[in-house]
């Protein structure tokens, strides 16, 4: 069976490598909102005899999300995806040429099956991965990415050049030996997975946020023993604004503007009257873009000798007195306005009891 690693940690060492490189660009050049692409949840798998590889969809897995999947088989033979998913990479390690590993990726449907199933003639070992991340570009979720294909103890995925700012860069490998037990992944890298079976293949993933566009540099995980691998980097892009629609913050107070694809919500209205959501405050305005000041309402003379007076009721009408204030006065003299009873007290919020004067 499989050996997997979870975690996060930093990897130390880089050594030569024999490589030739791919590169594929996909995305489109402009600025994009600032919203951060997150990490959701892996799901793995591996197989002994590689027919079909069943991976498990990640748990929460929502409209719109990123799918990336990565497996990576002992054999060359082909690797058949499952429909409805894009080839980011397909080929063969660095070495003789007869591992091969594939990178493809999905935008999660409205539904999708609780199982991927990947499938090949190679009846060799084989292990897979699905990433599941969130805050991408549904549209365009994948800027640029490249492949590289080497033998070494360091799969080096390469430099892409990224072309929107606030991308997260992903790396993925898979090799013909086990990812390094302890310490498996490159510096300033999160690790998502390492996983192997038998010793004889094995793969893995980790990511970092680049906060501007341009060049990623490489990346190299660390291998249990030198052997061939193909290593991918692939920039994922954050999700951005198309219509100014898109940039409603809700608030009365800021102008929503979709720039370029970016979000620009800016201070108007200043000093006029605004609306925070909060029905127990009135008089609020606008200062420096936020609906803020404002006071409770008066509700004084809305209670009377046997009650006190009514406070806001945060789920009523704005500025509203709905709340009663509760009885007071208990067991004290008051007046029911009756002039033909007397010696009334307050009972329970009510005025009440007394006896008609004696006219005797």
């Known amino acids: 069976m499989g050996k997997g ?45 590689f027919t079909s590889l069943d991976i498990t969809k990640p748990s929460g897995t929502v409209e719109d999300e990123l799918l990336i999947a990565i497996v990576a088989s002992e054999k060359n033979n082909a690797i058949i995806s499952p429909a409805g998913w894009t080839v980011i990479d397909d080929g063969v390690d660095g070495d003789k040429g007869n591992a091969r590993t594939t990178v493809v990726y999905k935008v999660a449907g409205p539904s999708e099956p609780a199982v991927f199933t990947f499938t090949s003639s190679a009846a060799k070992k084989a292990v897979g991965a699905i990433l599941r991340y969130s805050g991408n570009d549904p549209t365009t979720p994948i800027d640029v990415s490249a492949a590289v294909a080497g033998s070494s103890i360091n799969p080096t995925a390469p430099s892409v050049t990224t072309t929107i700012d606030g991308a997260l860069i992903l790396r993925l490998f898979g090799a013909k030996k086990a990812p390094d037990g302890t310490n498996p992944f490159p510096p300033g890298t999160v690790g998502r997975f390492a996983i192997e079976v038998a010793g004889k293949v094995g793969g893995g993933a980790a990511d970092a946020a680049q906060a501007s566009a341009g060049a990623s540099g490489t990346a190299a995980f660390l291998l249990a023993a030198s052997g061939g691998w193909r290593a991918v980097t692939v920039a ?20 929503d503007i979709c720039n370029a694809g970016t979000c620009e919500n800016n201070s108007i209205n200043e000093g006029l009257a605004c609306d925070d959501g909060d029905a127990c405050l009135v008089g609020e305005t606008c200062q420096t873009g936020i609906c803020t000041g404002g006071t409770t309402p008066d509700c004084s003379g809305t209670g009377d000798q046997c009650n006190a007076d009514n ?50």
Do not use: M
């Open 5 to 49: 690693w979870y975690g996060k940690v930093r990897h130390r060492t880089h050594i030569g490598i024999c490589a030739a490189i791919s590169t594929v660009v996909i995305g489109l050049a402009s600025p994009r909102a600032s919203a951060d692409v997150v990490f959701e949840q892996v799901e793995t798998a591996t197989t002994l005899a």
């Open 236 to 255: 994922i892009v954050p999700g951005g604004c198309s219509i100014d629609a898109d940039c409603d913050d809700g608030n009365g107070c800021t102008s």
């Open 311 to 360: 406070t806001c009721d945060p789920a009523g009408a704005e500025g509203n007195c709905d709340t009663p204030g509760g009885a007071i006065n208990e067991g004290l003299a008051c007046d029911d306005l009756d002039a033909c009873n007397i010696g009334e007290t307050c009972q329970t919020g009510l005025c009440t009891g007394g006896a008609p004067p004696d006219c005797s």
